[in-house]
């Protein structure tokens, strides 16, 4: 139900951006449209966020609300999509601009406007100006572009590092998290899913590390897996070689303890939706780590040195 459920509201999320641009800005729906296909592959646009690898934002509020009721507000939960919708866009823009590695982004920066303002907008129907939720959306987004920034500026990364920094560039999505939290009146189911969440982060970051390891060393983007290897390979050893040599089964093994702690942690969120992803997730990845090692036996003597 949770998944159908989300599906439907990413779909009407991406039209409702759609919808309130075409009376007033035509042009920039029509860019807007054309970027959003062009993000997803050239699927449907909600296709982007609802990938089973992506990382689960639009989910987690649901998973969250159900702990409290079985049955969300579905109103609610498609005003908190369509506000993570545009506060991922907004930010997706931001960050293929400083990358280096953008296309049409550059001309598109005008529409960084209407994404923050309908990310922010949503949230103003339930919370009064003076309210606690306020506080928390502040420090959250301003956590978010505090990572982002330093997060730009790295070139080593170690993993004190990785856990401050890198591993929360997706801290932004905490806000619907807080907002379901104040909705029902207990702020305090927020302190534990933010840890969660900050710990599933740290998780996914390194899993996309790993797995896109040769993008980053062809583009020579910095990232905690990269560094490591730098730090532990031989002398005369590429970062290719350590990889098929250590560097693989290390990172595999370090996200599958990290998975087990993330597991622990979801007990105590009372989630069956959040343990049964972890569950998923689990056993992808082992499924890609088994076919990873096939490739590295065939492909393995091409990377000594």
Not at 2 to 13: G, K, P, S, T, Y
Not at 65 to 77: I, N
Request: aromatic letters at 14%; hydrophobic letters at 45%; one cysteine or more.
């Amino acid at each position: 139900m949770c998944n159908e459920m989300i599906d439907q509201l990413a779909d009407r999320a991406v039209e409702r951006i759609l919808s309130e641009m075409r009376p007033n800005a035509p042009y920039m729906a029509q860019q807007a449209a054309d970027w959003f296909t062009r993000l997803a592959g050239g699927a449907r646009p909600a296709a982007y966020f609802l990938h089973p690898l992506a990382f689960p934002m639009l989910r987690l509020p649901w998973w969250m609300e159900q702990t409290v009721d079985p049955s969300p507000d579905v109103d609610f939960q498609a005003d908190l999509v369509y506000s993570s919708v545009n506060g991922y866009y907004f930010i997706r823009m931001i960050d293929n601009v400083m990358d280096g590695h953008s296309t049409v982004e550059p001309k598109l920066l005008p529409m960084l406007g209407f994404f923050h303002l309908h990310f922010h907008a949503v949230y103003e129907r339930y919370f009064p100006h003076n309210h606690p939720f306020w506080a928390q959306f502040s420090a959250i987004a301003i956590q978010s572009a505090e990572s982002a920034l330093r997060d730009a500026a790295l070139t080593e990364i170690d993993l004190d590092t990785f856990v401050a920094i890198s591993g929360v560039k997706v801290a932004g999505g905490k806000i619907p998290l807080a907002a379901v939290a104040h909705r029902y009146g207990q702020p305090h189911l927020y302190d534990a899913w933010q840890a969660f969440y900050d710990r599933l982060g740290c998780w996914h970051q390194l899993y996309n590390d790993l797995f896109g390891w040769v993008k980053d060393l062809g583009h020579q983007t910095p990232s905690y897996f990269l560094s490591e290897g730098r730090r532990r390979k031989r002398p005369t050893e590429t970062e290719g070689a350590w990889v098929i040599r250590e560097g693989f089964a290390w990172a595999i093994e370090l996200l599958d303890t990290w998975l087990s702690e993330l597991s622990q942690l979801a007990e105590a969120l009372h989630s069956p939706a959040l343990t049964g992803y972890l569950h998923q997730r689990r056993a992808r990845m082992r499924q890609q780590s088994a076919q990873v090692v096939q490739m590295f036996e065939r492909l393995g003597p091409l990377f000594d040195g």
